[in-house]
């Protein structure tokens, strides 16, 4: 399974940006998804997390309400579309898939994912 990251760059204090994260060599709608980013010098966190279905979402407590996570099935794309950037968003963004039975299922956890991008960067510029 492999997963690639796009869209991350370089954007002003207050931007949008809408990364994009597809999914080859497996089942994209069996696989919980979620978007992790690591800053430099800090571990990976958790940003945001959506289940098989797209009906079910989570994000971590600093992105809620300028963050968005979404997913299209037939494309095997994940999106976060992120709002309101502050300087504190910059770091490298990573998608990570999960095959798991529940339609419904969320995964918050960075050692519970199987399978990662490499990561793309966002910096956030004042």
């Known amino acids: 399974v492999q997963l690639e990251e796009s869209g991350g760059g370089l954007v002003q204090v207050g931007g949008s940006l809408r990364l994009s994260c597809i999914v080859s060599?497996?089942?994209?709608?069996?696989?919980?998804m979620g978007w992790f980013r690591q800053a430099p010098g800090k571990e990976r966190e958790f940003v945001a997390a959506?289940?098989?279905?797209?009906?079910?979402?989570d994000y971590t407590t600093s992105v809620k309400g300028r963050f968005t996570v979404s997913r299209d099935n037939v494309k095997d794309t994940l999106y976060l579309q992120m709002n309101s950037l502050k300087s504190e968003d910059t770091a490298v963004y990573y998608c990570?898939?999960?095959?798991?039975?529940?339609?419904?299922?969320?995964?918050?956890?960075?050692?519970?994912?199987?399978?990662w991008g490499q990561g793309t960067q966002v910096t956030v510029s004042s």
């Open positions: 990570a898939a999960d095959p798991v039975r529940s339609s419904r299922a969320i995964i918050v956890g960075t050692t519970l994912y199987d399978y």
């Open positions: 060599g497996g089942t994209f709608s069996s696989y919980a």
């Open positions: 959506i289940s098989r279905s797209g009906g079910e979402t």
